[in-house]
Every structure is written in C-alpha cells, then in structure tokens.
C-alpha cells in the first residue's frame, strides 16, 4: 500500500530528464542536449509545482481559508494547475486568463470546476492592455487595485509577484536537475515567462557550481506586437524581460541570475517542437520547441563541444492541438 498516492498533490515534481540522441545524430550536434519533461507533472506542466507551492504557502500563512475562493491571471497552464489542486483540496477557482490562448486551456480549467473570464472581457483589464501595448503585469496590478481588492473570502495568488513561486524551483528543480544529472550540467536553458523557474533552478545550480552558464530565453522582435504587426503569432507563455522597463518585469524574475537572454522568433519555436516530435517522439509546445531551439544554437557553439546542455521543456503538445503548431 505504500507506493499508493492519496492526492495528486504528491504527484508534483521528479519529472525525467532525457538525452535527445536521435535529434543530436540528425543535426550533427557535438554537445549533449538533455530534456527535463514537466509534461510528467499531473496536470501535464511545470506550473503544477507553483500551484501547489503557492497555494500550501497561502494556507500556511492564513492567506486561504475554507471557503475562500483562489483567484489568478493566467496564459493558462498555472490556470490549469491551480483549478486541480484547488479541486482536491474543496476551494472555488476563478481565473482571468489571456484571449488568445488555445481553447484546450479553457476547457481543461472548466473540467476541474473552475470559472473562466478572457482578459479582454475584463473594462479595466482591457483598457490598461490597450493604453500600454499588452503590459501584463500592469494589467494584473489595475485588476488586483480595482477589482480583486474589492471582492471578499479570496485568495489572489499573483504568480508573477509570489516568492514561493521561485522558492519551489530552488527547492525542486534545480536540486532534481542536478541530482539526476550528478552534478555534470554545464548550461541550464529556460523560457522566461513570470521567470519563476529559471530564477529559483538557476539559483540553486550556482550555488552548487557557479560555472553553470544560465540561459534565459525571451520572444524575438517579430513575435512581440507591433504597430505594423498588432497581433503576431506568439509563443504561449513567454514574455519580455530584456530591454524593456523594470516596472514590467515581473518580480519572480531575478534579473541577475542569467549569463545570456537568448531571442527566439514564434516559428523557430515551432519548427524545433515539430522536429523533436518525429526524432524522439515527445510532444511539447511552444514555449519548449523554443528551449530546445535555443539549446540546439548552444550545441553548435564550438566553445560548448562535449558540454551537457539542460532545457527545462514547461509543457506537452497536446494543449495545441488545436493551434497551427503542429500543422
């Protein structure tokens, strides 16, 4: 009976890393790129280790009660993470998440109970996205002082301004990367999207080699709205945090923990998510198709010949099905 879990609670975390040999064969590569899968994670997603993080340290804190309904804005996977474990711990779910998201994040969300409002149907979330070019965290502190602040018996879990959101990582994904891989990582490649993972895993490899190279990925310039191009494909759940202004970088993202910001444009992203499903048979998103694109670059690198390369891959493909990625 000991090897039965009782929640999915117990389910988060130790996900796999593995070697994509046939992906390295196919593009010659002299370095070794190694994948951590959070699509391991219950509810298929890094983000389930800060839903459960996030929501343990509320109720420790007294934050969230019995009865309280948890609140969150999202591109959808700490939605989805967050609607599970608010669903077996008894507590109500609210989230605002992005319009333009697949619709498979909206129906998995509804599955575990949880209530659904696009962003763009929000006045004040809406208006402040329109006057400052898609500032999000903007948007978050507009609807968290005008809205939220309001509202009785809720917990806003605001995931790009919680500590135990980086805390998890330092506590879970860097000491699984490095005890997984025995030590032997030489560049740690991560999207930032609240900048939770790379900050916390980041943190805790440095402390064990302060040679570890981190690398910290962001949208490329013609993947991020324009005037000339208002509503570019995007690569879900990545955001800026590289020459833009401090008060739109989340506070999660610790901006001195990276070696180099590495620019990925939305079809590279796709192109290395498609590539990798017919090399080493796993599917992932977007966000992933990225870290294994950034991480292929490295690879090439002739300074990084026999080095292993680690790319946290954030998601499974399947939340995309219904998107043109894998078309």
């Known amino acids: 009976m000991s090897g039965i879990k009782k929640s999915i609670t117990e389910l988060v975390g130790h996900t796999p890393l593995l070697e994509l040999t046939n992906y390295e064969k196919k593009n010659n590569l002299e370095a070794e790129i ?27 804190k007294g934050l969230l009660k019995p009865g309280y309904t948890i609140v969150e804005t999202t591109s959808g996977n700490t939605g989805i993470g967050l609607a599970a474990i608010a669903a077996t711990k008894g507590y109500r779910f609210k989230v605002y998440i992005q319009d333009q998201v697949s619709i498979e994040r909206f129906k998995v969300i509804q599955a575990f109970g ?58 879970t994904t860097g000491p699984e990367i490095w005890e997984d891989t025995e030590g032997k990582v030489d560049i740690l490649v991560a999207s930032v999207g609240t900048g939770g993972t790379i900050s916390g895993a980041g943190a805790f490899l440095k402390s064990k080699n302060p040679d ?18 208002p509503t570019p494909p ?5 955001h800026s945090f590289f020459g833009i202004p401090a008060e739109r970088i989340p506070s999660t993202m610790d901006l001195n923990i990276y070696d180099e910001a590495f620019e990925v444009e939305t079809y ?30 490295l690879a090439k690198r002739p300074e990084n010949k026999g080095k292993r390369i680690v790319a946290v891959l954030p998601d499974t493909g399947l939340r995309y099905l219904s998107t043109g990625l894998f078309e």
Request: charged share 25%; proline share 5%.
């Open 268 to 297: 590279q992203a796709y192109e290395a998510a498609r590539a990798v499903a017919k090399s080493d048979g796993i599917l992932i998103g977007t966000s992933s198709g990225a870290a294994i694109y950034v991480a292929t670059q």
């Open 114 to 171: 949880g209530e659904t409002i696009k962003l763009g149907d929000e006045p004040v979330v809406a208006k402040v996205l329109a006057e400052t070019g898609g500032d999000f965290v903007a948007a978050i502190k507009e609807l968290e002082e005008k809205v939220l602040s309001k509202q009785k018996n809720i917990f806003f879990v605001n995931q790009v301004a919680n500590p135990a959101n980086p805390e998890v990582h330092k506590n």
């Open 34 to 60: 190694v994948v951590k899968l959070e699509y391991y994670n219950p509810n298929q997603s890094v983000k389930d280790r800060i839903a459960l993080a996030m929501i343990e340290d509320a109720e420790k």
């Open 212 to 229: 570890i190279k981190i690398v910290a990925i962001q949208p490329g310039p013609n993947s991020l709205p324009s005037v000339e191009n």
């Open 234 to 238: 995007d690569i879900t759940g990545v």
